[in-house]
Structures are given as C-alpha cells and as structure tokens.
C-alpha cells in the first residue's frame, strides 16, 4: 500500500510570515500522524525561509512514523543530517530565488558530488532518495549513485496545461516508475500533487510514497475556516 509523506513545510511559512510560534509544524505533524500520514517530510533550505533547525531537531524526536528530510547536497546539510538523523534525506536541487524546488536533480552533471553525498549519508544509516525529473537517463545515473530509492517530480504533470499533455507525463512516469523498480530502486513521487491529479497518478501503481505539502496545507485552511470563525464569534459574543 502506498504511504503519504505529510510535508508541513508551509505550516512554516504561516508561522515565519509574523515571525512567531505558531502554527507549530511540530503540532501539525502530530495531527497528520494521527489523521494517518505515514511519514512527515520537511525541507530545510539554505536560507532558513520555513523550516527551522529547531523544528528539525523537535521533529526528530517527535515523529512516530518517519521523518523525511529534503535538502541540498551541500557540507553544512550532509553534517546536519548526520548529526539528527532522520530515516531517510531526499537530496533536491536549491536555488536561493525559487519560489519552490523547480525540476529534479541533474544526477548526470553532479554524478561526483551526488554519489560522494550519497555514501556519507547511507554511511550514518539514512535511507537516501535522489528527487529526479521522469527521465530515463537521470534515472539510471540516479542508480549509478548507490541511491535507495528516487522520489519522481511529478512537477511537470500536475502543470499541464490539457488532458493530451498530462498524459504524455503520466507516461514518461509510468516508465520511470517501471525502469526504476527493474533497477531496484525504490519510487516515491512529489511535487504539485493535489486532490484532483492524485487520481491518475495513484492508478499507475508502483509507487510506494507520496510526498505532498501545499495542497494539504491549503485544504486545511478552507475546511478549517468555519469552525476558527465560529470559535472566535463565540469568544466575542459571550465575553
Ligand atoms: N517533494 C519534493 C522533493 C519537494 O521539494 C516538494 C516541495 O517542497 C514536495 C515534494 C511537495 O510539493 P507540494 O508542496 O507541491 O505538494
């Protein structure tokens, strides 16, 4: 059965837009655990926009089920995940103007680099998964590296703009996904997944883990709205 990765990075967002303590993406966490998320996955960016080191620390002592952290090959990410931890790092590719991770890695081009991070990180026990576009070639470089698994960026089919395009994605997908599987590398998929192209995606199979975050998280505020309303009309009201 596939598993939902819960990503509460944009818990963050709200939270760092006032430069507060809530929302907490440590409580958030604890909810999608319970709501029946099996993994909560967070990206700790160079510039420190959303996630925080401190929320990764209390994460990785609070998860139940599995923390995935997203991140940069870079020093100072491989010596922070060594020292916390978590059950599995998805290397992604970080520009600083990005308003979002914009395509997969080049495994290609940062063959050196990206094997070299690979083994460090499998080295202190994390499962390692290679964030890739679905492409056969990055695929199998993506195998070349020692990687457990690559999560395909589902990018490109959740923006197509009609049904012809989509399904010339959820092609190219559904090939990655079965190249990667006769590799044996295990296929997460992420990225711009919402309640509506889930559908398609999901009947392809062979994909063990989805990782999504904004949907979610903007679902959350429209079917919450009601009830926080509601709470504070009540506060004022009865005062
Ligand atoms: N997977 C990866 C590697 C990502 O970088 C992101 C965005 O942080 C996601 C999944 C989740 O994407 P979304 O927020 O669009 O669901």
């Known amino acids: 059965m596939a598993k939902l990765g819960l990503n509460v990075d944009h818990i963050a967002t709200v939270r760092q837009a006032r430069g507060g303590i809530q929302p907490d993406p440590v409580t958030a966490a604890a909810l999608g655990e319970l709501a029946g998320a099996e993994g909560i996955t967070i990206h700790l960016r160079e510039d420190r926009r959303h996630i925080q080191d401190r ?12 923390l995935n952290l997203e991140m940069a090959a870079t020093q100072e990410m491989v010596r922070i995940a060594l020292k916390v931890k ?3 790092v998805t290397l992604v590719p970080e520009k600083r103007q990005e308003l979002t991770t914009e395509g997969g890695l080049d495994v290609i081009l940062n063959a ?38 690559i999560e395909i960026h589902t990018g ?30 295990g296929v997460n998929a992420g990225h711009g997944l919402n309640y509506v192209n889930i559908k398609a995606l999901a009947a392809l199979g062979g994909i063990e883990e989805y990782n999504i975050g904004h949907s979610i998280i903007a679902r959350a505020m429209l079917v919450g709205l009601d009830r926080a309303v509601k709470d504070m009309v009540e506060l004022i009201k009865y005062a």
């Open 112 to 149: 050196k680099l990206i094997t070299d991070t690979v083994k460090r990180l499998r080295d202190g026990g994390i499962v390692v998964s290679l964030f890739v576009d679905p492409n056969q070639e990055q695929i199998k470089a993506a195998n070349k590296t020692g990687a457990d698994c």
């Open 86 to 88: 978590p059950e599995q």
């Open 55 to 66: 929320d990764l620390e209390i994460l990785r002592r609070t998860v139940k089920s599995k």
């Open 156 to 185: 490109a089919y959740a923006e197509a703009g009609d049904w012809n395009s989509q399904e010339r994605e959820l092609e190219a997908i559904d090939t990655g996904i079965k190249l990667a599987r006769k590799v044996g590398l």
